[in-house]
Each structure stands twice: as structure tokens, then as C-alpha cells.
């Protein structure tokens, strides 16, 4: 089992950056592909960017294209989402996710094909 935590959340305002962590723990994830999703008040959640096993390949939907950067560091079983350029439509509770698989499921975005899930970690920016 995979226990999944999340930090790194908070207040920014519209152009700040944020960097987003989540720690594993159980077992590694060295060999886990990894995800973040958002859900903001009132939506659905949706998929924000993955990675493989080996960080040699990432995904990212298009509203954070060219400005989120997802990585991990295999050695201390974390992910990272470095989110820049903030909008106020990126306010949401982020998730990391981890699936039993060296590559991101198909199709990537696809939350149920996701095994293990964080609690969230808030983050908000204004105006």
C-alpha cells in the first residue's frame, strides 16, 4: 500500500509562483508512474500532468502547458509540480496520484486508472 501526502500549498497572487510536493511512503514508487489532478469549487476533478517511472517522459494538459513542470526524485520517492506563471483559474485542492505501472495509464487523464490518491493540498491565487 501507498500513502501519498501532499504539501507546498497556499496563497499567491496571479503571475507568483508555487512548488507542489508529494511524499510517498509504504512502499517505493521508483517504479510507479505519477500524476497530479486539480478540483476546483464546484467542478470536476481534472488532470493537471504525469510522469513515467523514470521522469523521461511527462504529460501535461493544456491549461498548464509551458507553465507547470511536473518531476520526482526516484531516491527520496517524491513528486513535484512547480507551477509558475499562476492564473486565478488555477485555484483548486491538488492531488498526487500513483499507478501501479511504469508509464501513465491510458488514457492519462483518466482519474479511476489511478490506484493510490493524497488527501490534497490547497492552493489559491488572486486577482
Known amino acids: 500500500q501507498v500513502q501519498l501526502v501532499e504539501s507546498g500549498g497556499g496563497l499567491v497572487q496571479a503571475g507568483g509562483s508555487l512548488r507542489l510536493s508529494c511524499a510517498a511512503s509504504g512502499r517505493t514508487i521508483s517504479r510507479y508512474a505519477m500524476g497530479w489532478f486539480r478540483q476546483a469549487p464546484g467542478k470536476e476533478r481534472e488532470f493537471v500532468a504525469a510522469i513515467n517511472w523514470s521522469g523521461g517522459n511527462t504529460y501535461y494538459a493544456d491549461s498548464v502547458k509551458g507553465r507547470f513542470t511536473i518531476s520526482r526524485d526516484n531516491r527520496q520517492d517524491m513528486v513535484y509540480l512547480q507551477m509558475n506563471s499562476l492564473k486565478p483559474e488555477d485555484t483548486a485542492v491538488y492531488y498526487c496520484?500513483?499507478?501501479?505501472?511504469?508509464?501513465?495509464?491510458?488514457?492519462?487523464?483518466?482519474?479511476?486508472?489511478?490506484?493510490?490518491w493524497g488527501q490534497g493540498t490547497q492552493v489559491t491565487v488572486s486577482s
Open positions: 496520484a500513483a499507478v501501479r505501472s511504469m508509464e501513465p495509464p491510458r488514457p492519462v487523464a483518466a482519474g479511476p486508472n489511478y490506484n493510490y
